[in-house]
Structure formats: structure tokens, C-alpha cells
């Protein structure tokens, strides 16, 4: 029987020559799986990833020279649109580290302990357009992090206005441009106007980017 071709292309990127060599062939062993390429730092990653264009980078957080976050931001900056799902290896499953890797563009966020049955799981999660985060996959990423709240306060508002912060709520609550006008009784080119100067304040390019800073920073509770 003729060995099933590939069709999820892989690159790892990993300091730990050991790790690496075992995880590709745990990989290999899959039949849709290939490892197109290997890196151990980060600046081999970002090189690796925008040469071979992988349909998965697993990319490990502590590198030498480009930490990982930093391997991940300057993908996420490039000009050209990142087609690479990346999950992120990492010891631990901290909240903070999930926000600032979700809204640098991460699909998965994996623990590097975690049984090698979990990573094919997540593999084949993001590549079906899904995220996966610790052991689950997740489908509302917004909705996730609202039931995986911190605890901590939010140490300033970021300059928000009172009508700012009030949309800041819808976005974090999923509505659209239309419905937030409805909402507010405004119209579309203003609700617009007010993403723009939140965007502005906050630091953000994206609605999902927003929803996730508010939700890690407490700056908005969800409304109906």
C-alpha cells in the first residue's frame, strides 16, 4: 500500500537538538505529517517560516537570541499576510503569555509536557481553523478568556472615554459595527470613529486583538 502524502507541512523550532530529533520523528510517524524544517532560535524561525511558508510553526517561547514572543511579533509584522498556524511550546500555560501570543497572531498554545497525543490533537485543531489552548481545543477564543478570568484590576483606563469604554463592551461581547450603532443609536461611520481612537489608545490592530486586551486588563465586562 502507497504511503498517504503529506498535506501539513512542519516546521520546529527549538534550542534542544534532542527535542527537536525526537519530536520529528513522533511527527513523521503520522502519515499526513512532514517536518519541512528545523530551527534553533529564533531568528531561524522567522527565516525558516517565510522561506518554506509551513503550514504549522511549533515554536518554543525560551530561545536564545530571538525569544520566541519576539520570533512571533516580528512574523505577525511582516507585510505579507502570515499563512503559518503557530503553536506556541511552552513549560507553562500562563494567561498573560496566551493573551500576548493570541494577539500576536498564535493559533495553539501547547505545554511542552503535555503527551504527544495532545500536540497531534492541536495540530489538526488549528489546521482546521479552530485554537487550541493547554488541553482543549477552543472555538470562541473571546468567550474562553472571559471564563478564564484574572483577578487583577485594571491599573488605568487608557484614557477611554465613557462612550469608549461602553463599546469596548460590545466588541468584547461579539457585536458588529451595525449592531453597536443600533445599540447606541449612532451611526456605522461614528461607531467606526470610536474604533479608531480606541484602537489608537490601547495599542491594537484588530477587534479580536481588542477584545483580548480588554478582557486581560478588566477594562470592560461583556453586555447583552
Same mark, same amino acid.
Given at each position: ?10 516546521? @520546529? ?103 504527544? *497525543? ?8 488549528? *489546521?482546521?481553523? *479552530? %485554537?487550541?489552548?493547554?488541553? *482543549? ?20 483606563? %487608557? ?38 481612537? @480606541? ?26
Amino acid at each position: 500500500m502507497d504511503k498517504k502524502e503529506p498535506s501539513v507541512r512542519i516546521v @520546529i523550532a527549538d534550542d534542544h537538538t534532542i527535542f527537536r530529533d525526537g519530536l520529528r520523528r513522533l511527527l513523521e510517524a503520522e502519515p499526513e505529517l512532514e517536518v519541512v524544517g528545523e530551527a534553533a532560535d529564533g531568528n531561524e524561525a522567522v527565516r525558516q517560516t517565510r522561506e518554506l511558508n509551513p503550514d504549522v510553526l511549533l515554536l518554543d517561547l525560551a530561545m536564545p537570541r530571538l525569544p520566541g514572543m519576539d520570533a512571533l511579533r516580528e512574523l505577525s509584522g511582516n507585510g505579507d499576510k502570515l499563512h503559518t498556524n503557530v503553536i506556541v511550546l511552552t513549560a507553562a500555560v500562563e494567561r498573560l503569555q496566551i493573551v500576548q501570543a493570541l494577539q500576536l497572531g498564535a493559533r495553539g498554545v501547547v505545554m511542552k509536557e503535555a503527551a504527544t *497525543q495532545l500536540l497531534m490533537k492541536a495540530i489538526r485543531t488549528v *489546521q482546521a481553523g *479552530q %485554537y487550541w489552548i493547554g488541553r *482543549q481545543a477552543v472555538g470562541d477564543i473571546v468567550e474562553f478568556m472571559r471564563t478564564n478570568p484574572s483577578g487583577d484590576k485594571p491599573a488605568r483606563n %487608557y484614557g477611554l472615554t465613557k462612550r469608549e469604554m461602553d463599546i469596548l463592551a460590545t466588541i468584547v461581547a461579539g457585536l458588529s459595527n451595525k449592531e453597536i450603532a443600533r445599540k447606541f443609536s449612532l451611526s456605522e461611520d461614528t461607531v467606526k470613529h470610536h474604533l479608531t481612537n @480606541i484602537f489608537d489608545k490601547v495599542g491594537v490592530a484588530s477587534r479580536l486583538e481588542l477584545a483580548l486586551f480588554a478582557i486581560n486588563n478588566r477594562l470592560a465586562e461583556p453586555t447583552t
